[in-house]
C-alpha cells in the first residue's frame, strides 16, 4: 500500500537523502537522463535544498511558493515525490509547475500515477490553480506516457535543448487544464 503525505518539517532529512539517491540515478548504469543534467552534475545542490525548504513556507502566490508531497511505503519509506511551485513569471500565478520522481527500486507499480492524481485532484481543488505545467526529457517516454494518459497536452518540444556528455537531448513542454 502506498500513502500519501505532505513534505513537513519532521520528514525532510529523510526526504532530502531519499532525493539526493534520486538525483545521482540520473543516467546511471544505463538508465535514461530524466534531469538535464551530466552523471557529474547529479547531486543534490545545497541551492535545491534551499528551494524546498524556503518554499514549502510560503503561501501560496509568493515568489518561491512549493507545495510537497511523497509517496510512502507500508515501511513508511519514501518511494516517490511530486511537488507543484510557481515558475515565478509575471501575472501567471493561475500556473504552477509540476516535478516528480519515484524510485528506481519501485517503478512501474503505478506509484507515478497515484501521484498525479493526487497532485490533479489537489490543484483542480485550490482556489486560483488553472493550469499543471511539465517539462520533460523528450527520450523519457515512459514519464510522457503517463503524462498523455493522464490527459496533459503536448505544448511544445525544443530541439537540441540540452547538450550534455556530447549528447543533444530535446525537452518537452506540456499542460493540463484543472479549471472545474
Known amino acids: 500500500m502506498i500513502l500519501i503525505c505532505e513534505l513537513e518539517k519532521v520528514n525532510l532529512e529523510e526526504f532530502f537523502q531519499y532525493l539526493a539517491t ?3 540515478e540520473n543516467g546511471q548504469n544505463g538508465s535514461m537522463l530524466y534531469f538535464p543534467l551530466s552523471k557529474e552534475q547529479s547531486i543534490l545542490s545545497d541551492e535545491m535544498k534551499a528551494k524546498f525548504l524556503e518554499g514549502i513556507h510560503k503561501e501560496f502566490g509568493e515568489t518561491g511558493w512549493r507545495k510537497a508531497w511523497v509517496a510512502l511505503n507500508g515501511e513508511g519509506n519514501i518511494v516517490g515525490h511530486a511537488d507543484i511551485r510557481t515558475n515565478n513569471q509575471l501575472n501567471s500565478g493561475h500556473r504552477v509547475l509540476l516535478g516528480m520522481g519515484v524510485d528506481i527500486n519501485f517503478r512501474n507499480l503505478k506509484i507515478g500515477q497515484k501521484l498525479l492524481n493526487f497532485i490533479i485532484d489537489y490543484c483542480r481543488n485550490y482556489p486560483g490553480i488553472c493550469w499543471i505545467d511539465l517539462e520533460v526529457m523528450t527520450a523519457n517516454t515512459p514519464a510522457k506516457s503517463l503524462y498523455e494518459k493522464m490527459k ?4 511544445s518540444t525544443v ?3 540540452f547538450r550534455i556528455d556530447n549528447i543533444s537531448y530535446d ?3 506540456m499542460a493540463l ?3 472545474s
Open 159 to 161: 530541439k537540441d535543448m
Open 177 to 179: 487544464n484543472v479549471e
Open 152 to 155: 496533459f497536452e503536448h505544448v
Open 171 to 173: 525537452y518537452t513542454s
Open 22 to 24: 534520486h538525483i545521482k
